[in-house]
């Protein structure tokens, strides 16, 4: 994932100093949220034309995320795919559920519609070979075995590369209507 810090924000910064010290937080927000929404649309025209769109499962997941442990009088949020726990109910239902065992034993919930794939797709994977029939190898031996590295088509990193300016837009625009609209 990248991790970037946008500088030369002065303007910015100088038209959210002048909203009410109470209405900081929500502004700061609803600033953080503009440039994500920019950021998103891009991440899904990217994985769309990547040809990730098999299932469509990927595409539909990929959401931002407000970060609730950001260090005090800051805001964050994250650009990912929803996967797992974190998927929301209504597309947990929308899928069809199946019993597995995973690995320790556990049976556990799979579902047709989890992108669990989304990192092998962004960040690359090698190809590891299955168990034969004959006897069971560790993962670690398979691992070692690899036969190929599948390249990655990354489509967060890109959208943040290719939309920084305009999400920096978005969000100096939604400062100014937050201001106007505060009337302060």
Known sequence: M??????GIG?????????RTDMQKRVARKVVVAGGRVLKAEAIAIATANGSKVSGDMIKNIAIKRESK???GTEQIH???RHGREQTKKVRNQGNKTLAVNSAGRVVTRRDN??????FVELGHKIVPRRSASGSRSIRKRR???????APKPFIQPALERK???????????????????GS
């Open 79 to 81: 650009l990912g795919v």
């Open 70 to 72: 950001a260090p005090p």
């Open 2 to 7: 990248a991790k970037t810090e946008t500088l």
């Open 164 to 182: 920084r300016t305009q999400a920096i837009d978005a969000m100096g625009k939604a400062v100014v209507q937050e201001v106007l609209k505060g």
């Open 11 to 19: 303007e910015m910064r100088a038209e959210f100093t002048r909203v």
């Open 114 to 119: 989890d992108p669990y794939y989304w990192r």
């Open 144 to 150: 070692q075995e690899a036969v190929a590295h599948v």
